[in-house]
């Protein structure tokens, strides 16, 4: 069976860091296409990042040169490094993997097979 697990969730001041973790099981990491979503309230759910199985990574603009995804083959685990932390980064952020198009690093959700439970993110002013 495939499982997510994300943690390192919480709550920081604006400016502030964390690091998103995601510990996968059930399958080999490094054969799939791994990522990281966020939904907001009342918002749709949004491709972050993602890092491929090349190593190739993408990120949504609202993150570029804030965030960045890393993944360690060795201990099947994904993580998310976020600094500079803005309330608008506020919601409760996914882990995702997929086989089917482990090349890709398209951030759209409907394409991604399996899901973590989702960690929350609270930055306040």
């Known amino acids: 069976q495939v499982t997510l697990a994300e943690s390192g969730g919480g709550s920081v001041q604006a400016g502030g860091s964390l690091r998103l973790s995601c510990a996968a099981s059930?399958?080999?990491?490094?054969?799939?296409?791994m990522g990281w979503f966020r939904q907001a309230p009342r918002k749709e759910r949004e491709g972050v990042a993602a890092?491929?199985?090349?190593?190739?990574?993408s990120y949504v603009d609202s993150v570029k040169g804030r965030f960045t995804i890393s993944r360690d083959n060795a201990k099947n685990t994904l993580y998310l490094q976020m600094n500079s932390l803005r309330p608008e980064d506020t919601a409760v952020y996914y882990c995702?993997?997929?086989?089917?198009?482990?090349?890709?690093?398209?951030?759209?959700?409907?394409?991604?097979?399996?899901w973590g439970q989702g960690t929350q993110v609270t930055v306040s002013s």
């Open positions: 890092v491929n199985s090349e190593g190739r990574t």
């Open positions: 059930g399958y080999r990491a490094s054969t799939y296409r």
């Open positions: 995702a993997a997929d086989q089917q198009w482990p090349t890709s690093t398209i951030l759209a959700a409907g394409t991604w097979t399996y």
